[in-house]
């Protein structure tokens, strides 16, 4: 094959030759210099010893790297149908798009999806429905009685996404949406930077290597209670998240790649530009429950009475049962909990870990919830779901599975444009969301963005209302996991009240 392909070159090589002896134009000037080149890449493939496959097929077979590169590409738009792809199919992208654009949301013809299916789920509706504009509570209060400063808050807000995840455009885009649209802004771990000060409300997420909050002592990142202090008390943050694990790497610690490691974001975490970060799998401010009490304290007293909460995703249920009844004794406990779900997302993680490691969603809430009524700490403690929530659907399901908010980090990145192309590690997002490349980041531009950041909000909290009023319920709280539910068998549907409690 390799002798075939070089000798077919090397024909058309000479009979272009021919033509610019016998014809000089420029367009033959053109095919000699082509032909020309692709025979000497050929030559190149068939002698090198990198690639065993370039080897046998000279030139040909640098299709497949070409082919293997837009290959996420080629399946989103040629290949997955509107209920395969993942890990968010397209249908649900697509009302992320539609909201965001303010565009047609309506599908026609029915539904797509096997209502007859084990697993499908759906609401009940009344025959006496409610008039959505008059629906109430898609606010939430954050505070226990631990806290003075107690925050108001949208029951959909911007879960976790640093600055260095992604790009100076999108952190900004997110930031002026959640002012415009009244809603909240995570940090997430990597700090407060510039541009998420646009006068959107701040939850400042402190994560492991305490970026923001601490400093590196002999090549080990501490807690600074200065230096935390200093962003705490800034008047846009009106809550602290002390991160423990995330859903998509749990007890792995969070990845910067050194490709996204600017100058400047490395100034903004206080470390060496132009390598990978990796934040330690475990905080060094404390390492028991005992301690973790007092810290969270300390940094309430510190943010001067703001809500603290911690987030995490549910991995050793006698040790998080531990930690509860921990808090139930010491009578000091966080304002809220973070269930961070094992399918949520992330810019950078191993694939064992995104893929085998960490409580789906679901389980984990359902845990946390139970556990908190059975400590009679549900009254104090918030808890907020995170984990690939879309729609309107998937925000009543959390809410009646126990959730009072939900924490959304992918639906907003796709109401800024992203089309799932999975290149968030590799500093090639080609929409300028995930990525530190100036080029790309320009493509985004902040002023058209930030609009469909509020939109997406304000348009899901709607679709919620309307969802709640076809329920015949009067407000947003009163949902119940007995409202839910879900195919178990051909023959059996059950409430998600009767499946998990």
Known sequence: MRNTILFVLFLI?????????????????ILLSISGLLTIIAIYDSFQSKHSLLRSFPLVARLRWLFEEEREKIQQYFIEDNLNGTPINREKRSIVYQRAKLQKETIPFGTQHNVYAKGYEFVKHSLFPKDHHHIKGEKVVFGSDKCTQKYESSIVNIS????????????????????MGEFAHNTGEGGISPYHLQGGDLIFQVGTGYFGAGKSVNGKRVFDDEIFKQNAIRPEVKMIEIKLSQGAKPGHGGILPAKKNTEEIAKIRSVEPGTQVDSPPSHSAFSNFDEMISFIQKVRDLSEGKPVGIKFCVGNNEEIRQMITTFAKAKNYPDFIAVDGGEGGTGAAPLEFTNYIGTPLIEGLVFINKLLKEHKLKKHINIVATGKAV????????????????????????SLGCIQARECNLDTCPVGVATQDDDL????????????VKNYHNKTIKAVKEVVAAMGLESISEIKSKQVFRRQKDDEVLSLEEIYY
């Open 441 to 452: 980041v320009k493509a985004l531009v902040v002023e058209k963005k930030n609009t469909r």
């Open 391 to 414: 729609d309107a659907f998937d925000i009543v399901k959390y809410l009646a599975l126990g959730a009072d908010a939900i924490g959304i980090a992918r639906s907003f990145m796709l």
């Open 13 to 29: 090589t000479i009979l272009c030759a021919l033509l610019v002896y016998f014809i000089a134009q420029l367009g033959t000037y």
């Open 160 to 179: 976790a996404m640093s600055f260095g995840s992604l790009s100076s455009n999108a952190i900004m885009a997110l930031n002026q949406g959640a002012k």
